[in-house]
């Protein structure tokens, strides 16, 4: 399992102070690019070198009970599982031990200079098992 932590800044949420619902998404984005480039370097020069990229093709998200400005976010992220071409990461957030939010992103492996699916590289896939859900 991988963890991030999070703050939730004003500029997360609406006039009431609560997060605004695409916002979670984005805290998802950072925390599986963190766990990535802890493994594989800056991002953006592994698309370059590998010709390879990920994208969500399915997001599932739970919203179980309202964020607010101010709240201290754990972040959990694991496999749940992997195909030949995608991950389905799994994602559960907390305030303190509380569940505030669950989701499953599916995220597939692509290759943007022959504009198509690509299988996962050995080397992340050797990664994973440290990600599998428990």
Known sequence: ????????????????GQVYYAKPLE?????RVDWFE??????MDYVKNHQLTFFPSKVHTDYKKPMFFGDQLI???????????????????????EIVLTSDITMVCFNPEKKRLAPLPKH??????ELAAV
Not at 27 to 31: A, R, T
Not at 124 to 129: G, H, I
Request: hydrophobic letters at 40%; aromatic letters at 12%.
């Open 124 to 129: 992340l896939l050797e990664k994973a098992p």
């Open 1 to 16: 399992m991988f963890t991030k932590h999070h703050k939730v800044q004003l500029s997360d949420t609406d006039v009431t």
């Open 38 to 43: 802890s493994h594989s370097g800056n991002f």
């Open 75 to 97: 972040i959990e992220m694991s496999i749940k599982e992997i195909k030949k071409v995608s991950f389905i990461f799994t994602y559960t957030v907390k305030r303190d031990n």
């Open 27 to 31: 805290w998802l984005e950072w925390c």
